[in-house]
């Protein structure tokens, strides 16, 4: 039983920091698997593969830049939209071990789905941020994430049944505060949008 709690928190844990920051999340895995930091069960040696941290690495590196830039970061967002939610489920699929087919397909939505959820939010809140005319904002959300993901990475290494009581208290302040993010972006599309009055 502790080892299955301990497998869910995992994968939630891993499936939720995907939708924020997919690099820093694989290269913390494979990382974690070539060196040991923990026990790991066996499926997670698939991660310790040279070209996925090698790779993991590098776009983690182009994505520390690029999410410091106001608009580059939307972009950047807009660019993953698909990336993340996909990387979520395959992560999930792979930290699950043998399963059978309906449960790998499961465990595949489920990592999906919360994925996608924070990518979102993610995404959400930094197209507000974006209509600030100062860029320390979005410089402290970003840094902001990094933490957060790397956090939650080595808890769910460490403590995986905390990372999962995280992930669904990440979840409720998502389903909370997602209305307000949707409402807070079309409030500020529609005011960039609206022409200014011409002068007689």
């Given at each position: 039983?502790?080892?299955?709690?301990?497998?869910?928190?995992?994968?939630?844990?891993?499936?939720?920091?995907?939708?924020?920051?997919?690099?820093?999340?694989?290269?913390?895995?494979?990382?974690?698997?070539?060196?040991?930091?923990?026990?790991?069960?066996?499926?997670?040696?698939?991660?310790?593969?040279?070209?996925?941290?090698?790779?993991?690495?590098?776009?983690?590196?182009?994505?520390?830049?690029?999410?410091?830039?106001?608009?580059?970061?939307?972009?950047?967002?807009?660019?993953?939209?698909?990336?993340?939610?996909?990387?979520?489920?395959?992560?999930?699929?792979?930290?699950?071990?043998?399963?059978?087919?309906?449960?790998?397909?499961?465990?595949?939505?489920?990592?999906?789905?919360?994925?996608?959820?924070?990518?979102?939010?993610?995404?959400?809140?930094?197209?507000?941020?974006?209509?600030?005319?100062?860029?320390?904002?979005?410089?402290?959300?970003?840094?902001?994430?990094?933490?957060?993901?790397?956090?939650?990475?080595?808890?769910?290494?460490?403590?995986?049944?905390?990372?999962?009581?995280?992930?669904?208290?990440?979840?409720?302040?998502?389903?909370?505060f997602g209305a307000w993010?949707?409402?807070?972006?079309?409030?500020?599309?529609?005011?960039?949008?609206?022409?200014?009055?011409?002068?007689?």
């Amino acid at each position: 039983m502790i080892e299955v709690l301990a497998g869910l928190g995992r994968t939630l844990g891993f499936s939720f920091a995907a939708g924020i920051n997919l690099y820093a999340t694989a290269a913390l895995l494979g990382l974690a698997s070539r060196y040991g930091w923990v026990a790991l069960p066996e499926q997670y040696q698939v991660f310790d593969n040279d070209v996925v941290i090698g790779a993991a690495l590098v776009l983690y590196v182009v994505e520390f830049f690029a999410d410091k830039i106001p608009w580059v970061d939307s972009a950047w967002d807009a660019l993953h939209t698909i990336i993340r939610p996909i990387g979520g489920a395959l992560i999930a699929v792979g930290t699950l071990g043998e399963a059978s087919p309906a449960m790998e397909g499961m465990v595949a939505l489920l990592g999906g789905t919360l994925a996608a959820g924070t990518h979102f939010t993610k995404a959400g809140t930094r197209a507000v941020a974006n209509t600030s005319p100062e860029p320390f904002s979005n410089w402290m959300l970003s840094v902001g994430e990094d933490v957060f993901v790397v956090s939650l990475g080595m808890i769910a290494l460490k403590y995986p049944v905390l990372a999962a009581l995280i992930v669904i208290t990440g979840v409720i302040l998502i389903l909370v505060f997602g209305a307000w993010i949707v409402r807070a972006v079309k409030r500020r599309w529609q005011a960039a949008r609206t022409p200014y009055p011409r002068r007689m």
